[in-house]
């Protein structure tokens, strides 16, 4: 599957410090419904496209009109891979406090929390930069995208 | 109360890990010289070095790396204006098993090689070019010709 074409930077960006906010909401509340809609929202991303992906489209309806356009792009195959990184901590979650193992969905909320974060603060992709790391414990994965 | 101060927490650990990063991105380890034999490089890093160049950088990249495409920009251009450096992208998405053998971790790495495939340096993330060529500096300068045989 092709990742799809290259996007504006500060999409991504955006949809992280979206992210954030929203995890940080997620536990501070535990209001476990709104972290099943951040999963989805993550599913979006990761398996059907970027341009799709609702803070994607917040993005370009409220935020891209106020700014100049950028002819710097990003390549999509990154994004989407953190946004399947973040799907499994995000379903992990759920299941954790829709389960009443609370402590599970904390820690996997949290996990994907300090991955938006520095996505937002620091335009740091930890998904993608670990990738390496992360094979090493999944030796024998075929990886087809 | 509790999720608060998970929240807090995790953002404060955000913030020391993103200053770290943020620091150590693009430093430059010198390797020390291997104490005995050294070990055999993995063959697509011996495919890749040149043997015309005095120094050969091989990045060590993955498709699901942003910062790559950056550093291999940077990279080749450096390498087109600089006498005896050449630049090669390894692509290991698909074989993991050569970031392994090199002991790399994160994308995009770049470790520089003699012609002979002695290791000189490695830089983590994305390399900063006057740098990096301040440092290799010593193995650019051209050999005196050496009898050929």
């Known amino acids: 599957m092709a990742a799809g074409p290259a996007v504006d930077p500060r999409g991504p960006r955006f949809a992280a410090a979206v992210t954030t906010v929203v995890l940080a909401v997620v536990l501070v509340t535990g209001w476990w419904p709104l972290l099943a809609a951040q999963t989805v929202v993550f599913a979006i991303g990761a398996f059907i496209g970027l341009r799709p992906a609702p803070y994607s489209v917040l993005y370009r309806a409220l935020v891209a009109p106020r700014l100049a356009p950028t002819s710097e792009r990003e390549d999509a195959a990154p994004l989407r891979f953190a946004q399947t990184v973040g799907f499994v901590f995000a379903l992990v979650g759920t299941l954790g406090y829709a389960g009443g193992v609370t402590a599970l969905g904390v820690v996997a909320t949290a996990f994907a929390l300090f991955a938006a974060f520095l996505n937002a603060a620091f335009n740091f992709c930890l998904g993608c930069e670990v990738y390496l790391l992360a094979r090493r414990f999944t030796p024998r994965t075929e990886h087809t995208s | 109360m509790t999720g608060l101060w998970v929240v807090v927490g995790t953002l404060v650990a955000g913030l020391l890990v993103g200053a770290l990063l943020h620091r150590r991105n693009g430093r430059i380890r010198t390797t020390a010289e291997p104490a005995g034999e050294s070990a055999e490089l993995p063959e697509p890093v011996t495919a890749a070095l040149a043997p015309g160049s005095a120094v050969t950088l091989v990045q ?66 994305v390399p900063k070019g006057p740098d990096l060529l301040a440092a290799l500096g010593p193995h650019l300068v051209p050999e005196v010709e050496r009898g050929s045989h």
Do not use: K, M, N, W
């Open chain 2, 60 to 125: 060590i990249s993955t498709t699901f790396c942003a910062p790559c495409r950056q550093t291999r920009a940077l990279l080749s251009h450096l390498a087109e204006r600089t006498e005896g450096l050449h630049h090669v992208d390894l692509d290991v998405t698909d074989r993991p098993h050569v970031a392994q053998e090199l002991g790399v971790l994160r994308t995009p790495t770049t470790v520089a090689y003699t012609s002979e495939g002695r290791e000189i340096l490695r830089v983590g993330g």
